[in-house]
């Protein structure tokens, strides 16, 4: 049977290329929202860190009407290191757009997302976004994309479909350059022709693979997939088959049902091949689980998803200051925590560590780890991470490193000093083109870029792009420098002073504000030389009959005070540092507090 009032498609690119804007427009244009109706822009991002850091980072379904027909839309995360949630949500859809912006053109992720997409057999509809940029290239764009297509071996099929042109943030779309867009009427019909609809057996057994997790404080854990064939009803007694465990059969009752509506769940009492519901009633339901007829269960395969690249070890906070700030800090509470993540995150890999505190965690990249950290932080746990490490792999004997494929695109007047950082730290330029702006393409081993993102920032003026996607492994490059100079550490503890920190800011650049609580151990700032320098900042100014302290102190201006932001203070620590996560702080710190111990173990490595 063929469901023609019916199609599944996702919506994926590279970061920032336009596609929860676009969602938004398919939103408005849908009938979800009253013409006059006031609504948030980016409303499908509707965590509080995606919002504040303008990315998706979990899938989210919604539906559309169009002309009849019911549209299942999926919002994809752009971001290399979520790539893992896209991996999944294909399997739930028959074709994708495929978005690309009119000026960046195709970019690593857009590779990668693309390939997936290919090798699943999916029809794609490729749209051009941001033709209403003043510096929008939308003819090269296209040849870009062609060459792509050709690269990646996509059928002939696949290069047939004619390109749509679109302006996201207006609402419209056309396929002729020449005549301006009104609305998403063209797009809209295209997905009609071109995204086949789903098609497959309706009277067979049911089989239904969860591909996302979502969580409902009524009914617990809730298991979001696609009727892959059969029909489901409410209140059915059903079995629930994993592919990685076929022996282990489930029976459950399936006591909720949805499907999406705009931005709503609506409870429904049969769904049947084709559509996307949401399904409850099983206490432990996860991602791969196929869920079948009693009489018939048959566990459907699910995407292999690549591997972790990078690693960090989650330890419980020993510092002076443990315990003050969180409500969760023993191992247990960590533990848990780390192990209930990897229920709604495929890419993420938890291990337990070589003490009873400590948990090695393993992801895509250090921004995945990072959204992560942040996310447990708000949630009122407190802990500390170590520095990001690549992970190795040994192959024929030989021991290998994860390898990067990094594009550049910045001014022609910083491009010297790009390549010269990324061939200090093993990278090899592999293409250069453009006038004005250059764009660059490099290979890198993924230990180069740790640490390398705010360096290369501030060597554009923060006019630079980069993006990057693991590329494969390859041997060991050798050694690549980290940090080129030392910390500043507290002496002693205590809270520091305006004339502590005066004194101490000629020698770097300043972490810490006055009247912060700190302990000896702990890094204040970054000093201007190799090799650390242990100062203290809670000397306070001798009172004499004179003046008074706090007169003195209120002339001595601190300048080049900077505040890290999380991923800063991951870049930042060494090997032997810690950040100190708590929901209030963040603190580095080295793993040895105390000054002479550290003194002496530095020594005998000498």
Request: negative net charge.
């Amino acid at each position: 049977m063929i469901r023609n009032d019916l199609r599944n498609i996702a919506i994926i690119a590279h970061v920032d290329h336009g596609k929860t804007t676009l969602v938004d427009q398919m939103l408005k244009q849908g009938g979800v929202f009253h013409q006059n109706q006031q609504v948030q822009d980016r409303v499908m991002d509707s965590g509080d860190i995606e919002r504040e850091r303008g990315i998706t980072i979990l899938a989210k379904n919604t539906l559309v009407h169009y002309n009849g027909t019911n549209i299942n839309i999926v919002d994809t995360p752009g971001h290399a290191d979520f790539s893992g949630e896209v991996e999944r949500v294909l399997k739930m859809v028959d074709g994708v757009l495929l978005l690309i912006d009119s000026f960046e053109g195709p970019m690593p992720q857009t590779r990668f997302v693309l390939k997936k997409a290919l090798d699943l057999g999916l029809q794609v509809l490729p749209v051009i976004n941001k033709i209403d940029r003043p510096d929008a290239r939308p003819q090269e764009v296209i040849n870009e994309l062609l060459d792509l297509f050709i690269d990646l071996e996509a059928s002939d099929s696949a290069l047939d479909i004619p390109v749509c042109f679109v302006s996201a943030r207006n609402g419209t779309a056309t396929f002729d350059l020449d005549e301006k867009g009104q609305d998403l009427r063209p797009l809209f019909e295209a997905i009609l022709k071109y995204v086949p609809a789903p098609e497959g057996e309706i009277d067979a057994p049911l089989q239904l693979l969860i591909s996302t997790i979502d969580y409902n404080e009524y009914v617990g854990r809730v298991g979001v997939g696609r009727i892959m064939r059969g029909t489901i009803n409410k209140e059915e007694n059903l079995v629930r088959v994993n592919s990685q465990q076929p022996g282990l059969r489930t029976p459950f009752r399936a006591i909720d049902l949805n499907r999406f509506d705009g931005l709503k769940q609506l409870k429904i009492d049969k769904a049947s091949m084709g559509d996307i519901v949401t399904i409850s009633g099983l206490a432990d339901i996860s991602i791969g689980d196929t869920i079948c007829a009693a009489a018939s269960p048959e566990a459907l395969p699910f995407v292999a998803i690549g591997e972790p690249t990078v690693s960090m070890t989650f330890s419980v906070n020993d510092s002076p200051f443990a315990g003050r700030e969180g409500d969760y800090v023993t191992s247990r509470h960590l533990r848990a925590r780390l192990y209930r993540e990897i229920e709604n995150d495929v890419s993420l890999r938890v291990q337990d560590g070589e003490t009873p505190d400590s948990f090695i965690v393993s992801g895509r990249g250090e921004l995945h780890l990072s959204v992560l950290i942040e996310k447990m932080r708000r949630q009122g746990y407190e802990f500390q991470v170590s520095r990001p490490k690549v992970i190795t792999k040994e192959i024929d004997g030989q021991l290998c490193e994860p390898v990067e494929r990094l594009h550049v695109d910045a001014p022609q007047a910083y491009a010297g000093a790009v390549i010269e950082k990324i061939g200090r730290r093993r990278g090899t330029l592999e293409s250069m083109h453009g006038q004005d702006r250059v764009r660059m393409e490099f290979l890198i081993p993924s230990r180069g870029l740790l640490g390398y993102r705010s360096e290369f920032m501030t060597d554009t003026r923060g006019e630079g792009i980069m993006a990057s996607r693991f590329e494969r492994y390859e041997p060991m490059k050798g050694d690549i420098p980290r940090r080129s100079v030392g910390a500043l550490v507290v002496f002693e503890t205590g809270d520091s002073t305006q004339y502590g920190l005066f004194g101490v800011q000629d020698r770097g650049t300043l972490f810490v504000p006055p009247q912060t609580p700190v302990y000896a151990g702990m890094i204040c700032g970054q000093s201007n030389r190799p090799g650390d320098i242990v100062v203290n900042i809670c000397k306070k100014k001798h009172m004499s009959n004179m003046r008074n302290s706090s007169a003195s102190e209120d002339s001595m201006r601190l300048v080049g005070m900077h505040t890290l932001s999380l991923e800063e203070s991951l870049e930042f620590i060494d090997d032997d540092e810690l950040l100190e996560v708590s929901p209030q702080n963040l603190r580095m710190r080295k793993r040895i507090l105390n000054h002479e111990i550290r003194a002496k173990k530095a020594h005998k490595k000498q």
